[in-house]
């Protein structure tokens, strides 16, 4: 990500137990993922470096599930349910946000792009200077 025109972006749950803030560009490119998480949530990932990211609520309102590798943290409220971020498995260094838990007014542009997370070990890399400050 470019640290060309960061600006505060705001995000959450369903509920607002969890909510969020981060630095990012106003004009961003999300992933579409279709992994077998991606595809049965709608998760539309933009990924930003853990030090443009800020829990504003208790992390108490969280739960975390993993699987395979155990290196990505799925994050959900415990309330709603909702997984608004998580530690992603290609960025363990930052977050992954889901676009659709995102205030989108404070965007100029949203851009999308198609990631083959089914064929992840062959892909996965291409995503690590996404979270790179």
Request: net charge neutral; with cysteine.
């Amino acid at each position: 990500m470019s640290q060309q025109e960061l600006r505060e972006h705001r995000g959450g749950c369903h509920c607002g137990a969890v909510r969020f803030r981060f630095r990012a560009p106003t004009k961003v490119l999300v992933q579409r993922c279709n992994c077998s998480m991606c595809s049965m949530t709608g998760f539309e990932h933009l990924i930003v470096p853990g030090s443009q990211f800020s829990l504003l609520t208790d992390p108490a309102a969280l739960a975390t599930y993993t699987f395979n590798t155990g290196v990505a943290k799925h994050l959900f409220c415990r309330t709603c349910g909702i997984k608004s971020y998580y530690v992603p498995r290609s960025n363990p260094d930052g977050f992954s946000i889901s676009l659709r838990c995102v205030d989108r007014s404070s965007f100029e542009e949203i851009e999308y792009e198609d990631f083959d997370g089914q064929n992840w070990e062959q892909h996965g890399a291409a995503l690590a200077h996404l979270s790179k400050a």
